[in-house]
């Protein structure tokens, strides 16, 4: 059974930082693309970072600078660093599997991450 697990999000103010983990199991994780997503209230789910199985990485142009993805392999687990944390980065947060070769995909459940001014 394919799981993912959210954790760290929570209630912030402007400019402090937080550290989401996301804990897989049932997946090959080495072999899996993995990203976070995030959706606030009233918007579609957007990137907000991934990373390859050989630690490429992409990031959201409103994310750069402040957000790092990195991935553990033997934990198969994925990080996400956000610093200087900002009201519009409000909204639940999304870890996301892509396997490599088939493109199947896997969500986590979501982890709300508040930011207030």
């Known amino acids: 059974q394919v799981q993912l697990v959210e954790s760290g999000g929570g209630l912030v103010q402007a400019g402090e930082s937080l550290r989401l983990s996301c804990a897989t199991s049932?997946?090959?994780?080495?072999?899996?693309?993995m990203a976070w997503y995030r959706q606030a209230p009233g918007k579609q789910r957007e990137l907000v970072a991934g990373i390859t199985s050989g630690d490429s990485t992409n990031y959201a142009d409103s994310v750069k600078g402040r957000f790092t993805i990195s991935r553990d392999n033997a934990e198969k687990k994925v990080y996400l660093q956000m610093n200087s944390l900002k009201p519009e980065d409000t909204g639940v947060y999304y870890c996301?599997?892509?396997?490599?070769?088939?493109?199947?995909?896997?969500w986590g459940q979501g982890t709300q991450v508040t930011v207030s001014s």
């Open positions: 049932g997946i090959n994780f080495y072999w899996n693309t």
């Open positions: 996301n599997a892509k396997q490599t070769f088939s493109g199947t995909v896997h």
